[in-house]
């Protein structure tokens, strides 16, 4: 803690909550440990450390996914947020470490990766943070695909053309087949 001795010497243009001008008969009141002092006498002002409590730390979109990556090899990236909390509550954000504590689940600069390489799915599959010497678990809710249960039905058999492509004519497109 620190501390600071405060003087007024003048006080002019103080307006209350309505924009009325207010012309104060002190000119202000510094309270200190032993005592209030008013008008010019000073008073010590003490300055406290806020410092940090606690982190949150979060999954910045949805915590509950479905691991499509291991039909289609996208992978599906989730952002998880920390911020750290004072002890005057206020909240800041804050650079953290994370580590997947689940096979399904990788970490990339403290973003979830679900990547599709192990399929299946978990109840709770949780990454943990690790900030300012705080650690948090955020769980994610993994649905697995049953790919038996997959069925692609088409109604065209042909998709698109290819550019470049042509038919032994050389006049007519190919096309893709499903």
């Known amino acids: 803690n620190s501390s600071a001795t405060v003087i007024f010497s003048k ?13 104060p008969k002190r000119i202000g009141i510094v309270g200190d440990r032993q005592a209030w002092h008013y008008g010019t006498s000073p008073g010590r002002v003490h300055f406290i450390r806020d410092k940090f409590m606690g982190i949150f730390a979060h999954a910045k979109d949805h915590a509950e996914l479905l691991n499509y990556p291991t039909v289609t090899g996208v992978p599906i990236t989730v952002p998880i947020l920390t911020q750290a909390v004072s002890i005057r509550g206020l909240v800041s ?4 470490n994370c ?17 599709g390489k192990v399929s299946g799915g978990a109840r709770r599959a ?13 769980p994610f809710r993994i649905h697995g695909i049953v790919r038996e249960s997959i069925k692609f039905s088409l109604a065209q058999n042909y998709l ?18 499903s």
């Open 11 to 23: 006080l002019s243009g103080v307006k209350d909550l309505k924009e009325t001008t207010m012309h």
């Open 93 to 96: 954000s804050v650079n953290a």
């Open 99 to 115: 580590e997947a504590l689940h096979d399904l689940l990788k970490v990339n600069e403290c973003s979830m990766v679900l990547d």
């Open 126 to 138: 949780v990454v943990e943070v690790t900030a300012l010497s705080f650690t948090r678990q955020v």
């Open 160 to 177: 698109k053309p290819i550019r470049g492509w042509y038919k032994s004519n050389c006049l007519d497109l190919s096309y893709q087949r």
